[in-house]
């Protein structure tokens, strides 16, 4: 398979860059500016509708290529992608800009095979962005990825060969949005091939989580632990302590004692079922962290990985409670908002076994005793998972329920609170979900004052970076 030739020189397009510069190329910019002009032909589903517009996309598509083209040698671990990818772009538009099918050049894309501290990754497909734009409108983005040495040795404990960790360098206008994951499920493709990577952009987390910390903990006058505070002066500190994180949250889901049919499985289901499951993963990986300090602290032979992943499994600890409560509760519309049920329910958690306090408006911890009561919320999930096996699921549902409102206190006009008919009691799971409100757990008093006042700091994380 050969790339086109390009009819402008591939020295004037790379301008003497190299990978670590490759944002700075007119390559880039070209390859830049025809994707966003493009994204403006493409109806919903990634096709060029209107015939009139084809000359026009014609030459956008040509300008992609001769960019994809004259880029490639800066990425030769992605070499049969770029080309797979050029074919793609060929083949769709000889065919009239139909919807597009990139499945080809998907498949040969796999980054999880150079997890690499600092390498480089030219991504361009034709895909929606989640949190972002709903629209398979062709996306480029320049990523770098982030693999420091304890990463790579926490790996071989935490196994997980599909998880990448991401830098973002520059992007099209669908990650100038919340979006903080690559998926290969979100590409336009023909059919759905096994997926072998998931991409999460942990700068643009941490740079969240730095800027919605600071403000939150000035607003509630909270007084920061010091390895905490290091956290939000230090962003590649706060990127490497997401990427440990996410890696032991990314491996939880499937593993474990769970629901016969569990949360990945498209299925309806009452969206308080989801909160349970990502907050069960966040928790495990707090639980972890919380066992790896141990082990760790008790040793007086650390070599640099080891010392590192010690320092970082107490910046995970913090980083699960400040991001879970502070920006995950009060982030989003209150439509099913999952996550955020899942910050309400740790906050409200912790408050009621009095190692979180509000006095005097000033929040404040008991962080010696916080540990343990994150675990035992940990452990109530758990149960509750193991448990659902000898039930039936709707049955699980009503548990579940039960778990959520024993701690956070629902809408006065729920049906599920005053306890379900028996006709729903009887009929399809349907009816179940039907019954819950869109916002069936209301913020309480202390995150409606909060949200207020965080407001513009959480508008102003839309499409933030490390580099922010």
Known sequence: MSLATPTRSTRDLLDGHTAATVEHTPAWALL??????????????????????????????????????????????????????????????????????????LVAFQPQEHRVDGIRHLVVFPMYTQNGSRERHVEAVLVEVIWPEFIARL?????????????????????????????????AMREVPTFTWGAIFQ????????????????????????????????????????????????????????PFD???????????????????????????????????????DLDAAERAM??????????????RIFRFAITGSRVRNYDGLGGQLLFAWLHQRRVLHWTDTSLAFDWDEVPAAV???????????????????????????????????????SVWARGLSDDVLAGLPKGYTDAVL????PLSMFFEALEKKMRPVIASTEGITGRD
């Open 32 to 105: 830049k500016d025809a994707a966003v002009e493009l994204q403006s032909l493409q109806a919903a589903d990634g096709s060029v509708p209107e015939a009139t517009d084809h000359p026009r996309a014609t030459a956008l598509v040509t300008d992609i290529v001769e960019a994809i083209a004259a880029l490639t040698p800066l990425f030769p671990h992605d070499d049969a992608y770029l080309r797979a990818s050029v074919v793609d772009f060929e083949r769709w538009r000889d065919g009239g800009f139909a919807v597009p099918d990139f499945l080809d050049s």
């Open 155 to 187: 790996e071989t404990e935490y196994t997980n060969r599909l998880f990448v960790s991401l830098r973002l360098v520059d992007f099209t206008p669908g990650y100038d949005t919340n979006s903080a994951v690559l998926f290969p499920e979100t590409v």
């Open 203 to 258: 700068d643009r987390e941490a740079a969240r989580y730095r800027r919605v910390t600071r403000a939150a903990a000035e607003i509630t006058k909270l007084e920061l632990p010091d390895a905490a505070a290091r956290m939000l002066d230090d962003q590649a500190l706060t990127e490497q302590t997401f990427v440990m994180w996410d890696i032991i949250h990314d491996r939880t889901h499937m593993r474990g004692d769970l």
């Open 262 to 300: 569990p949360f990945m499985i498209k299925q309806r289901m009452p969206f308080f079922l989801y909160s349970l499951e990502e907050l069960r993963c966040d928790l495990t990986a707090f639980r972890e962290c919380v066992e790896i300090q141990k082990r760790l602290s008790a040793r007086d």
């Open 310 to 323: 010690l320092e970082h499994a107490e910046l995970v600890q913090y980083a699960v409670i400040f991001d």
């Open 375 to 413: 675990v035992a919320l940990a452990d109530a999930i758990d149960e509750l998972y193991w448990r659902s096996i000898d039930r039936p699921k709707t049955a699980h549902w009503l548990a579940a329920y039960d778990l959520v409102r024993s701690v956070v206190t629902p809408h006065p006009a």
């Open 438 to 441: 869109d916002d069936e757990f």
